[in-house]
């Protein structure tokens, strides 16, 4: 099996890559294995709403897709494309050097299976990076300054304002905020609250809090968007929404002690649209992350330092319902992990859930300033 030859340290040696000992980190959609100096990234085959790395040809373009697009942000960190393939001796890594189209399938038919009698997948291969000098990190030990929030800030100016503007249109954009509130009221509705609980066998009875609370954010939210709508349509026709990184959390971000410049990893590959945002919104979701780590300041100061970078302040009100609508669409993500069969972390996903109705209920609260 793949992930088991995937756990022994011998079996990086024909790429090049050493260690004693391989750890592995199994996330949503992938299986990442830290070796030595490096880290490889094994996409799981699934297919959802936003992506479908069903196929080993599917999963060998989203490779070499994320090797391309974080080239911009995080250079010198993603390097390469690494082909398995069982053979007649077992399963062999190789280096995909020239980062030429992944195979014929994936070029000419990217859902056709592999030819017959061949079994293959694809990794993408990079720097590993220190994990204590990851942004989560820094904050919860303290250790973030604001020297290096303002290489932060400097760094994602400079991205936002050369990254590609996204082509769409004021009532389009419009209306994808529209659409996505509705989808968070589908995925915060009463049963998905019930069914969350009874599927993790909790006797307590606060899931009717936390779908009253949902709704009170709810309600919140489409009277902010309302009231946001011209908002978000001049920030489209003035051409602020760019093609810009789709998940910007603190664990992705990389501050190397000064006058190191930071990075920013694991920019989102599998959906073009989802990567098409206001640059102040991701900001809003940075910023959010942050608080919940118990570093708001953090979240303002780069609010400050990019507006003036990109001569760009937004209305206060449109940055609430940026950060109300983000809070609700992670409450929907960690309600849906509550679903999930084996449940993980259950208790932790609870606590983000009620954590994130508690944001969304304080961006839109009815007291906070509306200039």
């Known amino acids: 099996m793949l992930l088991d030859f995937l756990r022994s340290p011998q079996a990086y040696q024909t790429i090049g890559v050493q260690g004693e000992r391989v750890d ?9 294995f830290l070796v030595g100096e490096h880290a490889l990234k094994l996409k799981k085959p699934v297919r959802s709403r936003w992506l479908d790395f069903s196929t080993a040809a599917l999963r060998g373009a989203a490779c070499r897709e994320e090797w391309r697009l974080n080239q911009a942000l995080a250079p010198g960190v993603y390097l390469g494309i690494v082909q398995a393939r069982l053979e007649a001796s077992g399963w062999v890594l190789r280096r995909k050097s020239d980062l030429s189209p992944i195979s014929s399938s994936a070029t000419a038919d990217a859902t056709a299976p592999p030819a017959a009698g061949a079994e293959e997948d694809w990794l993408v291969l990079m720097r590993r990076l220190p994990a204590h000098r990851m942004l989560d990190q820094l904050v919860l030990g303290g250790q973030v300054g604001p020297d290096a929030l303002d290489r932060l800030a400097r760094v994602l100016s400079q991205f936002w304002s050369a990254a590609p503007r996204a082509e769409v249109l004021p009532e389009a ?20 609250w019930a069914q969350a609980w009874a599927h993790s066998g909790w006797k307590d009875g606060r899931w009717a809090h936390a779908a009253q609370q949902a709704q009170q954010a709810l309600t919140g939210c489409a009277s902010l968007l309302q009231g946001c709508e011209k908002d978000l349509a001049q920030r489209a026709a003035r051409r602020r929404i760019v093609c810009g990184h789709g998940d910007l959390r603190p664990e992705h971000v990389y501050l190397p002690p000064a006058p190191g410049i930071p990075m920013v990893i694991d920019r989102l590959e599998f959906s073009a649209s989802l990567r098409e945002v206001d ?8 910023a959010m992350e942050c608080r919940r780590l118990g570093a708001a300041w953090v979240g303002r100061r780069l609010f400050a330092r990019c507006g003036r970078m990109m001569d760009d302040r937004p209305p206060h009100r449109l940055l609430r ?27 932790r996903w609870r606590s983000w859930a009620f954590w994130y109705l508690g944001c969304a ?3 839109t609260g009815v007291g906070a300033d509306r200039s």
């Open 361 to 363: 209920v304080l961006a």
């Open 24 to 32: 592995t980190i199994e996330t949503h959609h992938a299986w990442v």
């Open 279 to 286: 640059p102040f919104d991701e900001l809003a979701f940075l």
């Open 173 to 192: 954009w419009c209306e994808r905020a529209r659409q996505a509130l509705q989808d968070h009221a589908s995925g915060l509705d009463n049963q998905a």
């Open 321 to 347: 319902l940026f950060t109300a609508q983000r809070a609700l669409l992670r409450a929907r993500l960690a309600l849906a992990h509550l679903q999930e069969s084996p449940i993980r972390d259950g208790e």
